[in-house]
């Protein structure tokens, strides 16, 4: 049988998984191996080098001594390089946005194929090379065999002439099929990486409504599974003409042999053929199906990932891995079908050949043509040559089913609304005295609805103006920044800009990387003024205290700073890029009093004196300073003008002062007469980050991703192969194997031996029995490949869900340090891309191996029979080729996982992007994203491009020696002497000798795409054991229903840290909480007041020492009775894509009743009713539609829900204003007057009216007693937070 190109090379190569690595890395060494003499040598070598591979052979060389590292794969050249393939796709595409038109897939499919016409055009000519060399041996061996028949003697140079033609022909055939395949995937990767630079494009320019209705897991998967399928599509592209040509090669060879009966023949295809039309139609639907539901699973996967933290603090983790593996229970329920389907298609191909050559063979009978040896043998050796066009049919069907479905996805994302750049009009520097003018605007995020976000505003900002903006939950405040940004439509009215701006989310958006790298944010490093920058924002400090200095690297989503680290550094990152027109979205409130008051006097009013900045704050202190005062409610300028001006001319504004002056007469009530002082941030004062240094401590939190070394072990192998019923189905997949290659080999023997070399023999028996003998072997064949083909996608499927369960309750059990240290694009990798090549490819991988073995087994058997001096050819040849494998493995293994670590970055660049597309506007910076993401999709092109290279370089040298091999057979056959051997079986020997060099060839690629698709197994499996989390429930050690009853936390002797190579964050505190009571924790940011609440629902295991809640050691009982009795309103509000009745009640415990209650309780309930769909009205990925302070509210109305004993607000009121605050403040006392309430704030008044107070410095006690007490005591350190905070408040800025 012939191979199929895709057995050889295609898939299971390609389709390789996404290993990790952190983004930056791979972006550094593209940056640092990027000079000309690392170019790739195949941009420079010789004719004799580029056709024999040589050129790559250095870098084999190096493989084969040390594991290769990315340094050691050179630069690609010229359009292989993705700045040379992206110009001319966009170009291509260009035209057609100017048009206003929508993009249609076949303008897509157009611009790909001149993206690469060059290689589609050069892949066509050596595809009909081959196709042409590969019949010239069958076209032969009727007149081989009767040469064999007659008398050598007379002509013994005539025999090495065919000797010599086989040979040239299998050299030629060989020749052009690697470079063909070669080219191929050189297309691909050109093609997937223009296409990739194309999506992340969009990325950067589409608009924040378009954004909400492709979440980042689904363009996740745009990236990494449907570009790369396109990419793939380059392998079946000539499929379609080639049938053709092959086709219409064969049935020339048979007339030749056969006559008329191979018009039978061409009937006998066409009905196998025809079966594609509809089940290539159902297997795109399946196809279609299945991404739909892969992409809801990474959607939802993704969300996971990103809160998993409040998941744990909520103890529904485990209700939402139930939700994921419902999602992918639909999942599996139309991969089950599309593999069944698969399977079916694969096994009528298989036996296609056999079918046809039975209608042959019977017409032939019928019409009484006779049969001779050599013209069945020759017939034979044809179909076996059709089999690879027929086989591959099905393959070429389904692949452009599934490449449409992927081009029509990345359409419909490249389609999406682009924001449009016109919104505001942009006017030079220095123009104007005007910095910013809004006339008689009216936005709206989404234009088709009437519900407009903004209405009728009007303001005219000079250069150098303070302008505050305030207003209650909901009134539209970062709105208004984000229409200056021309982040939201415009309805109506006019904005004109001057200047460049710089923007400081309300949520930080911070990127992996360095400190530094995040600071300059692209710009060159100015030193005088990047150190008055780090002085402004009090990061100083913190960074001589840090291990790394500014160089430590940041985790995902900045995870290893605090919320107050986060906001200082984006705010670091505005004030260097020196930009005119600053916006600044609350920032203060995630600072403590102290910080904030530091930052907004040398932030706002110190460094940036001079420039335009409007700022949203909920502290009232720090509206007097404003030039000018602009007051929310439901989208209008309800009030403008000077904090003076405005006290008494509304009561908005009045409303918001009065609840701030109530607060501070909390502090006024408590009689105590204390002086204060002017703050200062003094050196002693801050000990920010997490991380402190300590001897020894020199590990960064996220480190470089693991990847394994050296070869896949056959443990994996043998895990992978026994997990689906103990491997019970692998005898049976074997024993199919084996006996329809027996059942193959017998039924040609059978016609070999039972015709007549030549016209005048008699044939040992009649015509009707050879043909029944035939029909016979061909229906036992038929069984044994359906059932093999139904066990192996049996055991596949079964073992896909095994591992998918296992690895998803091994990552949802494991603890929140792995979480931090790692990247959520590591973990949605193995659950995308590697979990995607156990479902479909891995199966088929080790199938496709074995079978081609058993076949390569069955060849040599008959060869050797035959003439058994082939051995001594053959042994050399074999072990040459083994040693040439093991030469080659450790280059081909490393290059495949070197493949996975570079995909990653672009995955998690890209998710970081779309994320903080927002931020990257406003400073102007996508050309460089982009850039960034064109060096790490050439760090994923480079060791893709050789690893393509590299197979085609052991295939073209396996099969010249298997060429070799073959030759000096026949020489055998020419020198056996005369009547020693059946010319006929001789003739067998050579019909199966002519497949030896592409089947050698082929088990060598199979045994090198097995081990390469095999990673993603090992990778899985390297996640299957991950170390967990304490049990959720210990059975034996279970509190009662009642617990805790009391409250009272006794904290003994508590050290923690946050990883064993971290130092101590909690250095031995003992304090007891007593029942019932309320507890305020206060300390300088990074003092440990998160670090504390983390240990009590033990996110983090203290190092030493314990926690009790009513004499119960937390320690000893299971995570979710400890969770599930404990209450938190977290510091990030967080809401998921679902329902408002879904966020309120995520494990769906409660009746509407009481939802509705809880609602009306955190004054959310009207803002429901008004919603269309009331309970079940929408809410966004990350709860996008809502805004930060309605989110909170939300958390509030959790923990209502729940009424807990213990309550824990860690910055609870930080997103609200100060009368929600005072509302929320009032709403706790009254529902949860009898609980122990602990609070971390950084509002002081939330803590004057509790019973205690925690004052912590570096992680230990400085302080605890009642508000009073302290306050007496002046020289206490809460006594100079309280005197701080009321000083800061009373004075006015600036004015």
Not at 951 to 961: D, I, M, T
Request: charged share 20%; glycine share 6%.
């Amino acid at each position: 049988m012939e191979v199929s190109h895709r057995d050889i090379g295609g898939d299971n190569g390609l389709r390789q998984p996404l290993l990790t690595d952190t983004s930056k890395p791979s972006a550094n060494k593209a940056r640092e191996s990027s000079s000309p003499e690392t170019l790739t040598p195949y941009a420079n070598s010789t004719l004799f080098s580029l056709l024999t591979f040589s050129w790559l052979s250095p870098m084999v060389a190096i493989g084969h001594k040390k594991p290769l590292d990315l340094e050691d794969v050179p630069q690609l050249s010229g359009v292989d390089s993705v700045v040379g393939s992206f110009p001319i796709l966009k170009h291509k595409l260009d035209p057609d946005h100017f048009n206003g038109k929508k993009l249609t897939t076949s303008e897509l499919v157009i611009a790909l194929i001149h993206t690469t016409q060059k290689d589609i055009l050069i892949t066509a000519i050596l595809a009909l090379l081959y196709t042409l060399a590969s019949y010239v041996g069958p076209y032969l061996i009727d007149s081989f065999v009767r040469f064999l028949n007659g008398t050598q003697d007379s002509n013994k140079y005539q025999g090495y002439l065919f000797v010599l033609v086989f040979f040239l022909a299998k050299v030629v055939e060989s020749v052009s099929q690697r470079h063909w395949f070669f080219k191929l995937q050189q297309g691909g990767i050109r093609a997937r990486a223009a296409l990739v630079a194309m999506i992340y494009e969009k990325g950067l320019t589409v608009s924040s409504r378009s954004k909400l209705s492709s979440s980042s897991g689904e363009i996740t998967n745009l990236i990494a599974i449907d570009a790369e399928r396109i990419g793939e599509f380059g392998w079946y592209i000539h499929d379609p003409w080639l049938v053709i040509v092959q086709v219409g090669l064969a049935l020339g060879i048979l007339y030749l042999n056969l006559g008329f009966a191979s018009l039978a023949a061409l009937v006998a295809i066409v009905i196998v053929m025809l079966p594609n039309i509809p089940l290539g139609s159902v297997q795109q639907k399946f196809q279609e199906e299945l991404m739909t539901c892969k992409d809801k699973r990474m959607k939802k996967t993704s969300e996971i990932l990103r809160n998993m933290k409040i998941l744990k603090l909520l103890a529904s983790e485990m209700k939402f891995l139930s939700r994921i593996i419902e999602l992918r229970n639909l999942e599996t329920g139309w991969l089950k079908k599309y593999l069944v389907t698969s399977a079916t298609i694969v096994s009528v191909f298989w036996v296609a050949p056999t079918f046809v050559a039975v209608v042959t063979f019977g017409t032939c009978m019928l019409a009484g043509i006779p049969l001779e040896s050599g013209k069945i043998l020759s017939a034979v050796a044809t179909f076996k040559i059709l089999q690879q066009p027929i086989y591959n049919l099905p393959d070429t069907v389904a692949m452009i089913a599934q490449t449409k479905v992927s081009l029509d996805r990345i359409i419909s994302y490249l389609n999406l609304d682009d924001l449009d750049s016109g919104l505001v009009e942009m006017l030079p520097r220095g123009c104007s005295d005007v910095a910013i003018e809004i006339t008689n605007a009216t936005f709206s995020w989404d234009v088709s609805s009437a519900d407009q976000v903004l209405k009728d505003i009007n303001i005219k900002v000079d250069h150098g103006m303070k302008v505050a903006v305030c207003g209650t939950v909901g009134s539209g405040k970062s709105s208004f920044l984000s229409c200056i940004l021309g982040e939201v439509a415009k309805v109506s009215g006019s904005i004109k800009l001057s200047g460049t701006t710089a923007y400081v989310a309300q949520s930080p958006w911070i990127q992996s990387g360095k400190i530094e790298e995040n600071i300059l944010f692209g710009k060159e490093m100015d030193k005088i003024r990047y150190d008055k920058v780090l002085e402004v924002c009090a990061l100083k400090k913190d960074l001589e205290i840090l291990p790394f200095g500014d160089q430590t690297v940041i985790g995902e989503r900045g995870i290893n700073l605090s919320g107050g680290q986060k906001q200082r550094l984006q705010i670091a990152r505005a004030l260097y890029q020196d930009s005119d027109i600053y916006l600044f979205d609350d920032p203060f409130s995630a600072v403590d009093a102290h910080t904030g008051s530091h930052l907004f006097k040398e932030c706002l009013l110190g460094f940036l004196d001079s420039k335009t900045v409007i700022y949203i704050t909920h502290q009232v202190e720090f509206l007097p300073a404003a030039d000018l005062i602009l007051v929310l409610k439901a989208g209008r300028i309800k009030q403008a003008g000077k904090y003076k001006d405005i006290l008494n001319s509304g009561s908005d504004f009045m409303e918001l002062v009065g609840a701030h002056k109530e607060a501070l007469s909390v502090i006024d009530s408590i009689n105590t007469s204390f002086e204060y002082e002017n703050p200062q941030v003094t050196d002693e004062d801050r000990n920010e980050f997490k991380s402190e240094k300590t001897e020894g401590t020199n590990r960064q939190l996220v480190q470089k991703e693991e990847r394994e070394k050296g070869s896949v072990g056959l443990s994996i192998y043998w895990r992978y192969i026994t997990s689906a019923y103990k491997g019970a189905l692998v005898p049976f997949i074997l024993l199919t194997a084996v006996l329809f290659e027996l059942i193959q080999v017998a039924s040609n023997y059978w016609l070999a031996w039972a015709s007549p070399v030549s016209d005048g023999m008699v044939p040992p028996v009649g015509g009707s029995t050879l043909i029944i003998v035939y029909v016979g072997l061909a229906i036992g064949s038929t069984f044994c490949i359906f059932g093999r083909a139904m066990w192996l996608t049996i055991a596949g499927y079964v073992t896909a869900k095994l591992l998918f369960n296992k690895m998803h309750l091994c990552i949802f059990h494991a603890p929140m340090s792995f979480f931090d240290a790692t990247p959520s694009g590591r973990i949605l990798n193995r659950a995308s891309t590697d979990q995607t090549a156990v479902d479909v490819t891995i199966p088929n991988a080790i199938g496709v191996f074995v079978f081609a073995v058993i076949q390569l087994l069955a060849v040599i058997a008959i060869m050797s029979q035959i003439s058994w001096q082939v051995f001594l050819v053959f042994v050399p040849v074999i072990a040459i080729c083994i040693w040439l494998q093991q030469y080659y493995i450790s280059t081909a293994r490393e290059l495949a996982r070197l493949v996975g670590v570079c995909k990653a970055p672009i995955i998690q660049h890209f998710t970081e992007t779309v994320s903080g597309s927002t931020t990257i506007r406003s400073f102007r910076q996508e050309d460089r994203f982009q850039d960034t993401n064109m060096k790490l999709l050439d760090g994923y092109s480079r060791p893709n491009f050789h690893s393509a290279a590299a197979r085609e370089w052991l295939s073209f040298r396996v099969e010249l020696l298997a060429s070799v091999t073959f030759a000096f057979f026949l020489i055998f056959l020419l020198i056996i002497p005369n009547g020693t051997i059946d010319p006929s079986i001789a003739g067998l020997a050579v019909t199966y000798g002519l497949n030896l060099n592409i089947l050698q060839a082929s088990v060598i690629w199979k045994l090198s795409n097995m081990e390469n698709s095999i990673i993603s197994v090992e990778r899985i499996f390297q996640y299957m054991s991950i170390p967990s989390e304490g049990p959720l429930v210990v059975e034996s050690s279970r509190p009662s229903d009642m617990w805790p009853s009391h409250g009272k936390i006794d904290i003994c002797n508590l050290q923690v840290r946050y990883a064993s190579h971290m130092p101590l964050v909690l250095r031995g505190l003992t304090c007891t909480f007593h029942g019932g009571k309320k507890t305020g924790i206060v300390g300088r940011t990074g003092s440990g007041k998160s670090t504390l609440i983390q240990t009590l629902f033990r996110i983090i295991e203290p190092t030493m020492g314990a926690i009790f809640i009513d004499e119960i050691n937390i320690s000893t009982i299971g995570l979710h009775d400890l969770r599930s009795k404990l209450s938190i309103i977290p510091q990030d509000p967080t809401m998921f894509q679902g329902t408002v009745r879904s966020n309120m009640d995520p494990l769906e415990q409660y009746t509407d009743e009481q939802i509705w209650e809880a609602l009306d309780k955190c004054q959310l309930g009207n803002e429901v009713r008004r919603k269309e769909g009331k309970l079940d009205s929408a809410v966004d990925e990350n709860g996008e539609n809502w805004s930060m302070g309605q989110r909170q509210l939300v958390c509030l109305g959790r923990v209502l829900l729940k009424k807990s004993k213990i309550l824990v607000l860690d910055e609870a009121t930080a997103s609200v204003d100060t009368s929600t605050d005072y509302m929320i403040q009032q709403t706790l006392g009254q529902h949860f007057s009898d609980s122990t309430i602990i609070t971390i704030a950084h509002r002081i008044t939330s803590m004057l009216n509790g019973h205690m107070v925690l004052v912590l410095e570096q992680g230990l006690i400085e302080e605890y007693n009642s508000p009073l007490k302290l306050l007496e005591n002046k020289s206490s350190s809460f006594a100079k937070l309280v005197a701080e905070y009321r000083g800061r408040s009373s004075s006015s800025y600036g004015t």
